[in-house]
């Protein structure tokens, strides 16, 4: 039952998300269709102001694209607007600059070609705190990767500044160092799990992507990583402690659930090793396969 309410639920969020990008789609094409072709004017004609833009304009990943209005590629005029009544008045508010719109006008510009790869903008973190494309995008000075404004950590840690302290302690994943990225983890461009994490069939999915060695699938699974995922016992971007651990003590995250009390609900340990009270040896010493285990429901390393 819990399966198939996750998948209602699932399924509605796509189909919002189906629906909003499908609005925003025909809302492009009408305003492409009220847009006569003699409106535009091309982009040699654009040139003899914006001479600076327009010759570099040629390494822009956007020159490379798919024909649009009968020309070769993406041209000024597909995301500032037909030109014709710019040229003729001289009036900047004849054409469109993104940098003077709002974030759903820049959105929805840029959602003209890329709302394929991107349907679920709309419910993304950066939109909802009133971030648009070129907050992240510079789209003709960049070269960057992506037309990002500055590489990644460096763009991300301008806004998140919480999070880059935690890349500087003694255990880090290495996205200081370029091995890991941001984006390695989290959509910017919108998902439905929280802090924008990458959608995966199973929680924290992406992160065995990097540590196989704990993707199973086990035949004794931990409960804990299925419900909760990897940030129940660890820190997911950098800590004091080795592999990440939330806690310096082993044992003082497992009895987080393995301790009796009112609300126990998981299995009870038992046995004079489990004296939490005397000084004893880690738990993991004993169930070492803490992660999931193909011989033993309780985690015990192979041949014990």
């Known amino acids: 039952m819990l399966m198939l309410g996750a998948s209602i639920l699932s399924a509605n969020a796509l189909a919002t998300s189906a629906?909003?990008?499908?609005?925003?789609?025909?809302?492009?094409?009408?305003?492409?269709k009220d847009t006569a072709p003699g409106d535009f004017v091309g982009a040699d004609v654009c040139a003899t102001c914006h001479k600076e833009v327009a010759e570099d304009f040629a390494n822009n990943p956007h020159s490379k694209t798919t024909k649009m209005h009968g020309r070769n590629g993406v041209s000024c005029e597909d995301?500032?607007?037909?030109?014709?009544?710019h040229v003729e008045s001289g009036d900047k508010a004849k054409i469109f600059n993104p940098a003077n719109g709002t974030t759903k006008e820049v959105d929805?510009?840029?959602?003209?070609?890329?709302?394929?790869?991107?349907?679920?903008l709309d419910d993304?973190?950066?939109?909802?705190?009133?971030?648009?494309?070129?907050?992240?995008?510079?789209?003709?000075?960049?070269?960057?990767?992506?037309?990002?404004?500055?590489?990644?950590?460096?763009?991300?840690?301008q806004c998140h500044t919480?999070?880059?302290?935690?890349?500087?302690?003694?255990?880090?994943?290495?996205?200081?160092?370029?091995?890991?990225?941001?984006?390695?983890?989290?959509?910017?461009h919108g998902a439905y799990k929280k802090k924008g994490l990458k959608p995966?069939?199973?929680?924290?999915?992406?992160?065995?992507?990097?540590?196989?060695?704990?993707?199973?699938?086990?035949?004794?699974?931990?409960?804990?990583?299925k419900t909760e995922g990897c940030?129940?016992?660890?820190?997911?971007?950098g800590g004091p402690n080795p592999h990440l651990l939330n806690r310096a003590n082993v044992d003082a995250i497992c009895l987080q659930c393995h301790s009796p009390s009112p609300n126990?609900?998981?299995?009870?340990?038992?046995?004079?090793?489990?004296?939490?009270?005397?000084?004893?040896?880690?738990?993991?010493?004993?169930?070492a396969s803490i992660h999931g285990s193909n011989v033993s429901r309780v985690f015990f390393k192979q041949g014990d």
């Open 264 to 287: 126990f609900t998981t299995f009870t340990p038992a046995g004079p090793y489990h004296n939490q009270a005397a000084q004893s040896q880690s738990c993991l010493t004993c169930h």
């Open 162 to 188: 919480e999070i880059k302290p935690q890349f500087s302690m003694p255990f880090h994943h290495k996205v200081n160092e370029g091995l890991v990225q941001c984006s390695d983890c989290h959509d910017p």
């Open 79 to 85: 995301c500032h607007g037909a030109g014709q009544a």
């Open 231 to 237: 940030t129940a016992c660890h820190f997911p971007h």
């Open 108 to 120: 929805a510009k840029c959602l003209e070609c890329h709302l394929a790869k991107h349907r679920s």
């Open 19 to 32: 629906t909003k990008a499908d609005a925003a789609g025909k809302t492009a094409t009408a305003q492409a």
């Open 124 to 157: 993304s973190a950066h939109a909802e705190g009133n971030v648009s494309c070129i907050g992240c995008h510079d789209i003709h000075h960049s070269k960057v990767e992506s037309l990002l404004k500055a590489p990644q950590p460096t763009l991300c840690y």
């Open 200 to 225: 995966a069939i199973e929680q924290d999915a992406f992160c065995v992507k990097c540590h196989t060695e704990m993707a199973g699938p086990f035949v004794y699974e931990h409960a804990v990583v």
